[in-house]
């Protein structure tokens, strides 16, 4: 099985311990409105988060599955660096930024510890090939002085731009060949960079990456508990793709194939 070439990732579902403080954070702060029913959205776009609230929450434990981070594709370079102003004007703290070569990104925790990433795709005709023929991608340090005065980012703060979409899913898992089975051979995402240390990234329609996978927690971290603050579910998109849903007892994450 292989996912159609349109096939990418459509929204993610949080469970969060505070909605209220969720809510503003994920509005003031990231740029999101409340679309009514703890659903958030760019403004004028599409839902791209669900926050569901337990108040008997607990933090991820350390060694364990789950959620790295989900992240949020921004349609320039200027609406990165108007994120990037955004984030300092509100004094809240980065815990990385890197330059990808295929992207440039921005990272930071939501008020649960959630991980987010921020970023922007370069033109895909740029995009490099390494000597094996996958993908050239990297973690180098991300111009952040030229992001933050790329020409528009200094546009007064509206919020995120309406073409704003969820990218990409990065995942913790047990077991790098036990991951490739289930999101390659059961749900139908392609390899494209197998060579980064502990990390495998798979996609549809020759994207860099639809989703994640690493083991940086390490070889055979169990699920999180049932009630721990994370990833619930996500969706994966396409026209032609056959509705289901699929749960990855490995992370506890129910993956939803939707058809758009």
Same mark, same amino acid.
């Given at each position: 099985m292989t996912l159609p070439a349109d096939a990418h990732i459509g929204q993610v579902s949080l469970t969060v311990r505070d909605l209220d403080r969720s809510l503003r954070f994920y509005t003031d702060v990231l740029g999101f409105v409340d679309a009514g029913t703890n659903r958030l959205s760019p403004p004028n776009g599409r839902v791209l988060i669900e926050l569901h609230e337990r108040k008997d929450a607990i933090a991820r434990p350390h060694r364990s599955s789950g959620l790295y981070h989900f992240a949020i594709l921004v349609p320039s370079r200027a609406a990165l660096g108007r994120s990037l102003r955004r984030l300092v004007d509100r004094r809240y703290s980065l815990t990385g930024a890197s330059d990808h070569l295929v992207s @440039?990104? !921005?990272? !930071? =925790? =939501?008020? =649960?510890?959630?991980?987010? @990433? /921020?970023? $922007? =795709?370069?033109? $895909?005709?740029?995009?490099q090939r390494q000597p094996n023929g996958e993908l050239a991608m990297a973690t180098d340090p991300l111009d952040l002085e030229g992001v933050h005065d790329e020409p528009g980012a200094e546009t007064p703060w509206q919020g995120l731009e309406s073409g704003t979409v969820m990218g990409h899913v990065h995942l913790h898992?047990?077991? /790098?060949?036990?991951?490739?089975?289930?999101?390659?051979? $059961? /749900?139908?995402? @392609?390899?494209?960079?197998?060579t980064?240390?502990?990390?495998?990234?798979v996609a549809a329609g020759g994207y860099h990456h639809h989703l994640g996978l690493n083991v940086w927690t390490g070889i055979g971290a169990p699920p999180p508990p049932e009630n721990a603050v994370g990833l619930r579910s996500f969706t994966i998109e396409s026209a032609s793709v056959q509705s289901e849903n699929v749960f990855d007892n490995a992370t506890g994450v129910t993956v939803s194939l939707v058809r758009s």
């Open positions: @440039e990104a !921005l990272y !930071l =925790d =939501d008020p =649960d510890g959630l991980g987010i @990433e /921020i970023y $922007r =795709d370069r033109p $895909r005709d740029s995009w898992v047990p077991h /790098i060949d036990t991951a490739e089975k289930f999101y390659c051979r $059961r /749900i139908g995402f @392609e390899p494209m960079v197998s980064y240390p502990g990390a495998l990234f």
